[in-house]
C-alpha cells in the first residue's frame, strides 16, 4: 500500500472508532486536526464511509445512527479502513461488491447487540461526562432487584458482546466499578469535575475486559479439539492470548487481567470444550453453577 493509502487509511480507521464509540464528529475539527480540507473529510464520510447508518448526516456533523453504536471490532475497523482507502483503484462493480459485504456484515453483527436508541438523551449525557470530565449520579438496579444511589467519576463507555457499559471510580468508595448501561436510571450530570487518571484511561481502552477492580492476573483455559478453529480464527475470551498448541489437537489459552465474569459465563457457554485450568477454584465455580441449576430444574 501506497504512502498516500496508508495515511488514508489511518485517517479512516480514527474516524471509524470515534464513530463506533458514539462521538459527534465536527468535519471542521476533523479538517484542522488532519490537515486536510473540509470537502476531503465530507468525502471521506459520504462515500468511503457510505455504508454506515447515520444519525446525524449534515453538511457540518455526523454522528451514527445509536442502534449501532459498538458493532465494529478493532479487527472490522481497520480491515474496513483499507478496503475504503483503496477502494478508487478498483472497478465500480468490484467496489459495489465490496461496500455491499461491509453493509451486510455489521447487519449481522448487529442481531444480538441491545437497541438503546430510546436511552439516547441518557447515553449522550454520560458520553460529554466523560469527554470533558464531568461527575455524574444514578440509580442502579442489580440483579437481585435492589437499588442503589452512585456518584461516579466516569471514564469510560465501552461495548463487550452487544452490551454498553459505563466504567469509572466511584466516588464514595474510590474503587474501579463498571455499570450495565440499561441498568442505570435518573442519570444526572453535575458541574463538578475531576482529575483524570490518563493512565487507568488507557489502560481501561487497551483491556478487554469489562470488570475493572478485583481483577485475576491470569487464567488458564484448555480448548477441546473440536472448537480450536473457532479460538484460532479470532479472539472470544477477553485478552485472549494462545499459550500452546497440545498433542491431542487441542489449545491452551491465557487471559490476563480479567474478571471471573468475564469468564464463566463463555466457559459454560461452550460447555463441554472448555475447561479452566487455572485457578482451579474457577473450575469449581463453573460446575458449582451447573450443579445449582440442574437442581433448579428437577
Known sequence: MSSRHEKLA????????????????DVHRLAEE?????????????????????DEQGRRY?????????????????????????????PQIDRSFFHEQLAQSIQIKGLSYENVKDRRDDFNKIRQAVEHNRIIEFHYEKSDGSRKYYTLEPYALVNRNGIWYTVGIDCNGRKEKTFCFTQMSSISGQEQSFQADEALKQRIQENDSISHGN???????QVAPAAVHYFTRRKILPNQET???LENGGLLLVCNDVHEMDIIPTVQYWIPH?????????????????KTYLADKV
Open 274 to 290: 472448555l475447561r479452566i485450568i487455572s485457578p482451579e477454584d474457577l473450575q469449581e465455580k463453573v460446575i458449582g453453577r451447573l
Open 62 to 90: 455526523y454522528r451514527l445512527d445509536t442502534a449501532k453504536l459498538g458493532w465494529l471490532t478493532t479487527q472490522d475497523i481497520e480491515r474496513f479502513a483499507r478496503f475504503c482507502s483503496i477502494q478508487d483503484l478498483l
Open 10 to 25: 489511518h485517517r479512516l480507521t480514527q474516524i471509524l472508532r470515534r464513530l463506533n464509540s458514539g462521538e459527534r464528529l
Open 34 to 54: 488532519f490537515a486536510i480540507d473540509i470537502r476531503t473529510i465530507q468525502r471521506d464520510l459520504n462515500e468511503r464511509l457510505g455504508f454506515l447508518e447515520w
Open 243 to 245: 499459550l500452546r498448541h
Open 215 to 221: 481483577q485475576l492476573a491470569e487464567v488458564v483455559i
